[in-house]
Nanobody, 121 residues
Framework: QVQFVESGGGLVQPGGSLRLSCAVS????????IGWFRQAPGKEREGVSC????????YYADSVKGRFTISRDTAKNTVYLQMNSLKPEDTAVYHC??????????????WGQGTQVTVSS
């Protein structure tokens, strides 16, 4: 059974940082792409980042490029999203996710419950 346990969300001021973590079970990160998407109230789902299992390449939405960094620890079967220089428009529920689509699409088929990130002064 595939499971995702996200953590690390919270309230942060603009310009601040957060690090999200997602421990997965039911599959190994060595063989599956892993990433994050976010969804804010009233907005469409947005793919944020993906870590390719094929070659370790990483992909980012233009809106977060240069500010967010995805990484993984295969020994812990855990993926991380380091978020710096946060902006109010980054406010959303962030979901850890996987899927069969190529990482470059930032499209996922399975995901966890998510963790709330709120950027506000």
């Amino acid at each position: 059974q595939v499971q995702f346990v996200e953590s690390g969300g919270g309230l942060v001021q603009p310009g601040g940082s957060l690090r999200l973590s997602c421990a997965v079970s039911g599959f190994t990160l060595d063989y599956y792409n892993i990433g994050w998407f976010r969804q804010a109230p009233g907005k469409e789902r947005e793919g944020v980042s993906c870590f390719s299992s094929r070659d370790g390449s990483t992909y980012y939405a233009d809106s977060v490029k240069g500010r967010f960094t995805i990484s993984r620890d295969t020994a812990k079967n855990t993926v991380y999203l380091q978020m710096n220089s946060l902006k109010p428009e980054d406010t959303a529920v962030y979901h850890c996710a996987t899927g069969r689509s190529s990482c470059i699409t930032l499209v996922f088929g399975s995901w966890g419950q998510g963790t709330q990130v709120t950027v506000s002064s």
